[in-house]
């Protein structure tokens, strides 16, 4: 079955940097466009940002696209994303997503001093 393992989330001081890593498995990731949505508290769960099958071309929120990255290895079968510059607002649970539907457990990243 498909499974999605979010990882590398935790507390980071503002102006630090985390990866998040999403290991994939069930399902052909070669195939698969991935994406990375996240859900602050009391908001409702928004787009990060996307990638190719390739990693050819990437998608990201307006606001997002000069402090994050994603990227995939495929000899790994996961999706990363680095956000460097954290702010306290980018504090949320960051979820990995196929885009068939199916989605990780979520992991917590918190942005405080």
């Known amino acids: 079955q498909v499974q999605l393992v979010e990882s590398g989330g935790g507390l980071v001081q503002p102006g630090g940097s985390l990866r998040l890593s999403c290991a994939a498995s069930?399902?052909?990731?070669?195939?698969?466009?991935m994406s990375w949505y996240r859900q602050a508290p009391g908001k409702g769960r928004e787009f990060v940002a996307s990638?190719?099958?390739?990693?050819?071309?990437?998608n990201y929120k307006d606001s997002l696209k000069s402090r994050f990255t994603i990227s995939r290895d495929g000899s790994k079968n996961t999706v990363y994303l680095q956000m460097n510059s954290l702010k306290p607002e980018d504090t949320a649970v960051y979820y990995c997503?196929?885009?068939?539907?199916?989605w990780g457990q979520g992991t917590q990243v918190t942005v405080s001093s």
């Open positions: 069930g399902f052909t990731f070669s195939n698969t466009v």
């Open positions: 990638i190719t099958t390739t990693g050819g071309n990437t």
């Open positions: 997503k196929t885009w068939t539907g199916y």
